[in-house]
């Protein structure tokens, strides 16, 4: 039987041909007031997922 892809997963993670997963920060939604321009330049900017967490969103994301 097959399984579904985990639609929140699919809209939040990129898999790249490396094998690595792009993910974008949190933090940039509101109150950004607060936050220097720098924090939110860099908040702007994608991300890697950790290898501990990556295994996990594989199975999510339905990759082997």
């Known amino acids: 039987m097959k399984l579904k892809t985990?639609?929140?997963?699919?809209?939040?993670?990129?898999l790249k041909p490396s094998g690595k997963i792009k993910r974008k920060k949190?933090?940039?939604r509101h109150i950004l007031v607060n936050k220097s321009s720098k924090r939110k330049?860099?908040?702007g900017q994608m991300d890697y997922v950790s290898s501990e967490?990556?295994?996990n969103i594989k199975k999510l994301l339905g990759v082997r």
């Open 6 to 14: 985990h639609s929140g997963a699919k809209k939040r993670f990129r």
């Open 26 to 28: 949190k933090g940039l």
């Open 41 to 43: 330049r860099h908040l």
């Open 53 to 55: 967490d990556s295994n």
